[in-house]
T-cell receptor, first 112, second 107 residues
Framework: DAGITQSPRHKVTETGTPVTLRCHQTENHRYMYWYRQDPGHGLRLIHYSYGVKDTDKGEVSDGYSVSRSKTEDFLLTLESATSSQTSVYFC???????????FGPGTRLTVT | GIQVEQSPPDLILQEGANSTLRCNFS?????LQWFHQNPWGQLINLFY???GTKQNGRLSATTVATERYSLLYISSSQTTDSGVYFC?????????FGDGTTLTVKP
């Protein structure tokens, strides 16, 4: 257990509404990541963070923003949700650049 | 960035059979991870293997970094081995995932 929780675990929302997903870790790891997983695809990186207030874009960052104001929390925001953002969202942590990743349980988001 | 390809995309086995899953990557990497996603969606770390061979019970993994591939071996497969197997290669602090191999083990 890498001490990672995600909230909410399931969410249904309407197109155009803002949504924030939270990833919380208890072990002060430096690196945190947000991925999305869609049928037929592996995990695709949305954004990642390498420290408090240090974030960078992944390969599918359009329509998403992130914030990391403290080490333990990494927030993913959909400013105006679209149906194409229906997906399962996974958070991951990594102690350092050369260490392995560990994943949270995932959040299933449905945008209607 | 690094490209990661996995094969085969789907694999169906009878319980007790052995299998080999392959992961090819487009550039040299200094590490590689294998994950199992179970039918409930949980991602489980299997191996973290830059080179050489590691074993954990019925599973083992071999990475040949100079030839840019890694293999995951599953011996005496069980129905609980079903799910999707992913490999991931690090790339400047983040990881690129393959599309996975979906394994179905029939009783």
């Amino acid at each position: 257990d890498a001490g990672i929780t995600q909230s909410p675990r399931h969410k249904v929302t309407e197109t155009g509404t803002p949504v924030t997903l939270r990833c919380h870790q208890t072990e002060n790891h430096r690196y945190m990541y947000w991925y999305r997983q869609d049928p037929g695809h592996g995990l695709r990186l949305i954004h990642y963070s390498y420290g408090v207030k240090d974030t960078d874009k992944g390969e599918v960052s359009d329509g998403y923003s992130v914030s990391r104001s403290k080490t333990e929390d990494f927030l993913l925001t959909l400013e105006s949700a679209t149906s194409s953002q229906t997906s399962v969202y996974f958070c991951a942590i990594k102690p350092g650049q050369e260490y392995e990743q560990y994943f949270g349980p995932g959040t299933r988001l449905t945008v209607t | 960035g690094i490209q990661v390809e996995q094969s085969p995309p789907d694999l169906i086995l009878q319980e007790g059979a052995n299998s080999t899953l392959r992961c090819n990557f487009s550039d040299s990497v200094n590490n590689l991870q294998w994950f199992h996603q179970n039918p409930w969606g949980q991602l489980i770390n299997l191996f973290y293997i830059p080179s050489g061979t590691k074993q954990n019970g019925r599973l083992s993994a071999t990475t040949v970094a100079t030839e840019r591939y890694s293999l995951l071996y599953i011996s005496s497969s069980q129905t609980t081995d079903s799910g999707v197997y992913f490999c991931a290669a690090p790339d400047a602090g983040k990881s690129t995932f393959g599309d996975g191999t979906t394994l179905t083990v029939k009783p």
